[in-house]
């Protein structure tokens, strides 16, 4: 039997009289890669907040590995390897490339490896030992994000969330990232959670989508089954028409 | 290559060479009494520009490399200065030992503000070290006995003598100053090559991502501003034995705290090298003001020229004297 990764029990968010999530409940096997779609506003990045522990849940709880995070603070889960980007890409702006990924290594690397081969392996990993030295200001968005991935993972992940790593990006680049991505889970076994609007591009990678829709779960299955399934037809992708073909 | 976003990049650590020719400067400093035309006015000047150099530094780490605008770090170096002072004058211990005494309280009480104020984001800890500096003054005006009210406290003057750190020229201070604002420079160099001084750093940029990358972060900004307090602490013994007097005003006052953290501010905030420009820059500006104000008969001329520099600084050279330089090799 695998074990599970992440389970999201019965969680609530509200901001004031505005209800961003009502009762989520969801979980994610160990070394999945699972999509989690829905329109703006639909409360994906807030989920992010309380998964990664920047923000409690009003309701419900956390989690991780079959070990209660809920309470957790948000640095501690990451240095368990619960790891996260975030939607507008957020660098360390007056550090390198080298120093963001340091940073994260230093504080979550177990005790006994090598601190430089491990920012060494990141950095090549994702293709950014030319730029090593740069400030973040000086790089293109997909290098920008590719910073942040490497930053999320560096030291210990086992849990990947990805908010909207993917928009944004040219098709090429779009599609050079999810390889990337793809090779995290394969090579180092993490378990993915990727909010994504590229529907066609995150098709192809994840084994399972949880569709979120008005701060709740409409639907959960495999890319073919959500693509057909009438609600989320209806309620998601009735304006886009099959843009997950 | 494509360039995201604009401006010019940003200074983290100095130049590699930086060392090297700083420490000709300082050789430079140190054989400075054997030199002919110089006199005991002009040594006691650069005493002062490395007094202020060294709580520059000090300030520097919590501020500069922390991101933690500290408004009130006088307090650190009034409860340096005033715990030495009392203690030597009411209980004769000699200022080698009162030092640690000062060093000691001073952490004690950043350790209490910071646990009380850094787990809130925004301008709560800043509000606090200027409540502070307040409290103290009023403290300090409170317990006349100790601290000689409003009036301040003097060092009872015993003459040249190690054991007490007093000396009637300047000439000691100099080498006790250049030694403080070298093991500052180096020691500020590690901090910002080291993992510690890069969770710093982080903190600094973004507290958010600091979190999510593992970085913790009330911890980090605690310890920061403990050691910068230390540190202040420390360079107040230079501060007291060399002006032999505190008051409540030159510990806790406006016109000190911007003292404190002009030589970052001009020099190059975050930097190594900064403070170090920085002091040497607002010490000479002011000992030119003062004696061109003294000249024409205007009081406190200085605190008009720094608003001036800081104003020049903010809007030209937000990186500092060493950032321009810096901009300046890169070009
Ligand atoms: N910090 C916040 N304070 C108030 N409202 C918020 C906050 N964060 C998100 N929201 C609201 O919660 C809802 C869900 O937002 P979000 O999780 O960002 O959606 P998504 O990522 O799916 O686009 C939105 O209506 C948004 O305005
Ligand atoms: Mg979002």
Partial sequence: MTSLALEVVGVGRRFGGLVALRDVTFSVAEGEIVGL????????????????????????????????????????????????????????????????????????????????????????????????????????????????????????????????????????????????????????????????????????????????????????????????????????????????? | MTVNGAGRPRSTVGVSGEPLWLLGVLAAVAILPALPFINNFIIAAVVRALIFIALGQAWNVVAGIGGLLSLGHGVFLGIGCYTMGILFNHFGLPPWFGVFAGVALACVVAAAMGALTLRVRGVFFALATVSVSLALVQLSRHFVDLTGGADGLSLKFIGNSLWVGQSRTPTPFLYAGLAVVVLYYFATRMILASSFGLTMMAVRDDETAAAAAGVAVFRTKLFGLVLSAGMTAFAAALYMQFYMAIDPEAAFGLSQAIQLQLPSLLGGIGTAIGPVIGGAIMIFMSEVTNWGSTKIGVEGGDILVYGILLLVVVLRAPQGVAGLFKSAIVR
């Fill in chain 1, 37 to 245: 779609i829905g329109p703006n506003g639909a409360g994906k990045s807030t989920l992010f907040e309380i998964i990664s522990g920047n923000m409690p849940p009003s309701h419900g709880a956390i989690r991780y590995f079959g070990a209660d995070v809920t309470g957790k603070a948000a640095y501690l889960r990451r240095r368990d390897g619960l790891c996260r980007t975030f939607q507008k890409v957020r660098l360390f702006e007056t550090m390198t490339v080298e120093q963001n990924v340091r940073v994260a290594a230093s504080q979550c690397l177990p005790s006994g490896r090598s601190l430089a081969s491990e920012v060494d392996d990141m950095l090549q990993q994702f293709h950014l030992g030319d730029l090593r030295h740069r400030k973040p200001s000086e790089l293109t968005l997909a290098d920008r994000k590719r910073v942040e991935i490497a930053r999320a993972v560096a030291g210990a992940c086992r849990l990947l969330m990805l908010d909207e790593s993917l928009s944004g990006l040219t098709h090429d680049e779009a599609h050079r990232l999810v390889s990337e991505i793809i090779l995290l889970n394969k090579s180092r076994g993490i378990t993915v959670v990727i909010v994504e609007h590229v529907l066609s591009v995150l098709a192809a990678m994840v084994q399972r989508l949880v569709v979120l829709h008005n701060a709740t779960i409409v639907a959960m299955g495999t890319p073919t089954e959500i693509a057909n399934n009438p609600l989320v037809i209806e309620a998601y992708l009735g304006s886009q028409g099959g843009a997950l073909t």
